[in-house]
């Protein structure tokens, strides 16, 4: 029989409670992902060769859009904010040599994972309890790099449209996000209401109405051009997230969606929104045929322990 996951009840602090400030509350939210599990669970890409992990990272819309705006050969300094173990930083080498990179985690285990591995690497751990440029500033990163590039990581923020600001502001040419949207209905702001059970904790996971998710970019950015690649999908239901009910229900349009917000450009105050499927990886034949091998290695060996 499979465990039901209780969700545990945390106190309830209204915003600027003398006894607990603002910024203490949105930091508890994050203690769990110092755990060794989520370093160890977003460290998989490692095992991949450079030519699977292109065939890997470009199945999916943001590194799409990555692809269709950047120049291979231009210098350009890019921000990733979320860089867990650094894998993105290998496949920039690849494809777009020229880019200075600098990533930045809350996730300590990640971090020395990613410096563990790419030691001539910019990798620093980020403060996720005071704004991105003061902790920018901190770690004396460069607080306004060409690109800033955020995966999965603005949908698990307390405040995504606060944070998503932050990142509007850091970049001084184009911003590129992927993070989860509903087409139908407003957003849950409550992470006690929407949210996603790892590693022993609870993390914010907060659907954002599309059409208000655009809003709050124009707001940021005005006269910058929007291009949406949305991959409709159930988002309830899978993953030990409690989510909403509507988000439950095909209906409601959840969605993985890949955002690219672009200052510099020759359709300002555009905004293009487009359905596309993220595509599955087309591995060599090579690595498909060591991943099945493994799989059965560690089959037989789970058996005989």
């Not at 969700?7 to 003398?18: I, N, S």
């Not at 600001?165 to 996000?177: E, G, N, R």
């Amino acid at each position: 029989m499979t465990p039901v996951v209780s969700r545990p009840e945390r106190q309830q602090v209204q915003p600027g409670h003398p006894d607990q400030p603002d910024r203490l509350v949105q930091a508890a939210w994050y203690h769990d992902w110092q755990d060794e599990r989520h370093a160890a669970a977003f460290d998989h890409y490692h095992h991949l060769d450079s030519r699977n992990l292109i065939r890997n990272f470009e199945g999916f819309n943001d590194v799409r859009l990555l692809n269709e705006r950047l120049d291979r050969w231009r210098a350009v300094r890019l921000l990733e904010v979320g860089c867990a173990t650094g894998e993105l930083y290998r496949y920039l080498k690849v494809k777009f040599p020229r880019v200075h990179y600098t990533g930045i985690d809350i996730s300590r285990a990640a971090i020395a994972r990613a410096q563990a591995k790419y030691p001539e690497g910019a990798f620093f751990v980020g403060d996720p309890s005071v704004p991105l440029a003061e902790s920018l500033r901190a770690l004396g990163v460069e607080t306004q790099p060409d690109v800033v590039y955020a995966k999965d990581v603005v949908h698990h923020q307390t405040q995504p449209l606060m944070f998503l600001s932050q990142l509007i502001s850091a970049a001084s040419d184009m911003v590129i996000i992927r993070t989860r949207t509903r087409d139908v209905g407003t957003t849950e702001l409550d992470p006690e209401q929407s949210c996603q059970y790892h590693y022993d904790g609870w993390m914010p996971y907060l659907v954002m109405n599309l059409q208000a998710l655009i809003d709050s970019i124009v707001h940021s950015a005005p006269g910058c051009e929007v291009v949406v690649y949305r991959h409709h999908m159930i988002l309830g239901g899978h993953y030990r997230r409690f989510l909403p009910k509507e988000l439950y229900v095909k209906e409601t349009g959840t969605a993985e969606t890949a955002v690219g917000i672009f200052k510099q450009t020759s359709k300002p105050g555009w905004v293009t929104v487009k359905d596309r499927v993220d595509q599955n990886p087309n591995y060599t034949w090579a690595y498909r045929l060591r991943h099945a091998l493994r799989q059965c290695r560690d089959a037989w060996y789970g058996r005989n322990p």
